[in-house]
């Protein structure tokens, strides 16, 4: 079903990424298949090492399976979504799209300015760029705002500060301790009958 949109569209980033499509044509007539419920997709490689539909009820030589919420997080980037994704089948297929999915990079400003013109399109991606950066400071900054509210205002969980105090007692506790052994000892011994 989506296929058709995605197919062009991936195409279109390996060709401008020459060495994307060396890095594939190895793998030509192999099927791969990304399970992301609700969406089912599959794709074959071309002997030139673009993206074709794939027949339907294909073998796929390959699985990589995914949540929708995973999708999200590799969409922005995320490096620690690649874990979380369950990849079976063929193991150099899926090391030659992982490489791949690590290194490419769309030239968006490239596409805008083809519609938009050079400048309008400048402008766009200085403003994605400026609104990247301001996502992944917010993300950080409100991450630093939950540690310091869940250990100061509502202390679910303890401050350093809150630690080392407690560290302190324990140890002023374990001296008291082994000081009050070391004196009952000294007065058993000095009361005990002598033999």
Known sequence: MLEPLLVPAVNRLLRTNSWALDKLKPHAGKTLAVDCPPLALQFQIATN????????GANADAVIGLTPGV???????????RNETVVKGDVELTGAIDFLW???????????????????????????????????????DIGRAAAEYAAYESPVIASPEALDEFVRAVDEVRDAVERLEKRIHMLTRSHAPAS
Do not use: C
Request: aromatic letters at 10%.
């Open 102 to 140: 690590r290194h490419l990079e769309w030239d968006y400003e490239e596409d805008l300015s083809r519609v938009f013109g050079d400048i309008a399109a400048h402008r766009m991606a200085s403003g994605f760029r400026a609104l990247d950066r301001w996502g992944r400071t917010a993300f950080i």
């Open 71 to 81: 999708l999200m997080r590799l969409a922005a980037r995320d490096p620690t979504a």
């Open 49 to 56: 090492g673009e993206l074709v539909r794939a027949e339907p």
